[in-house]
């Protein structure tokens, strides 16, 4: 079945430098890709999306391209801040379609911890 | 209010009682699904409605859990005989017909079983 790996966190980063969080995906049709963060004592949050591929969605600094070729939606953003410190989590949705029912897949969530 | 809603936000329940979570959607949104989120897990899906009904609930994972929605917005999940490994946070999360995909996540329910 479709399914969604990331990167092992946590990931530890200093102010101001570059993030890549790591995601691949597997999916029998053409889902649509996601990025939500959870900040602590928060609900999930869209954060960006893509819905075919070359796509690329951006939100807040960051941004994501989904890469048919390679089955990925890796995350970065150019220069975090320690208010970026969060869960991401990388996932799917089923292909568009009649089937569409939109349930999402999620990856397994990678911390970042942003230090001043 | 303007997001989604869950109540209760915490839930401590013994095993083998049975609870119901329930959720308010956003006004007007058809779309509904309830997920399950373990201790660092990322959120795995129970139960999508369309409107009242169920139309896929293949992430059910036994006959223990059941969900309604009779009138087309708020939501119960119902789980019998809980088991400690019923433990985790349960979310919400509601669309509307043009933004199925998206969804709004609820807060959630952390329930724990004793």
């Known amino acids: 079945g479709d399914s969604v790996t990331q990167m092992e966190g946590p990931v530890t980063l200093s102010e101001e430098a570059f993030l890549t969080i790591n995601c691949t995906y597997t999916?029998?049709?053409?889902?649509?890709l996601f990025w939500y963060v959870q900040y602590p004592g928060e609900g999930l949050q869209l954060l960006l999306k893509a819905t075919k591929a070359d796509d690329k969605g951006s939100n807040k600094g960051f941004e994501a391209t989904y890469r048919k070729e390679t089955t990925s939606f890796h995350l970065e953003k150019g220069s975090v801040q320690v208010s970026d410190s969060a869960v991401y989590f990388c996932a799917l949705s089923d292909a568009a379609g009649s089937g569409n029912t939109g349930k999402l897949i999620f990856g397994q969530g990678t911390t970042l911890q942003v230090k001043p | 209010g303007a997001g989604v809603s869950q109540t209760p936000s915490n839930k401590v329940t013994e095993k083998g009682k049975y609870v119901e979570l329930r959720c308010d959607p956003i006004?007007?949104?058809?779309?509904l699904y309830w997920y399950r989120q373990s201790l660092g897990q990322g959120p795995e899906f129970l139960i999508y409605f369309q409107g009242t009904g169920a139309a896929d609930d293949s992430g059910l994972p036994n006959d223990r859990f059941f969900a309604v929605r009779p009138e087309g917005s708020v939501s119960t999940l119902k789980i019998q005989r809980t088991e400690r490994g019923d433990s985790a946070v349960y979310l919400c999360a509601s669309s509307s017909a043009l933004e199925r995909v998206m969804g709004y996540f609820g807060p959630g329910t952390r329930l724990t079983v004793l």
């Open positions: 006004s007007g949104h058809t779309a």
């Open positions: 999916a029998t049709g053409y889902p649509s």
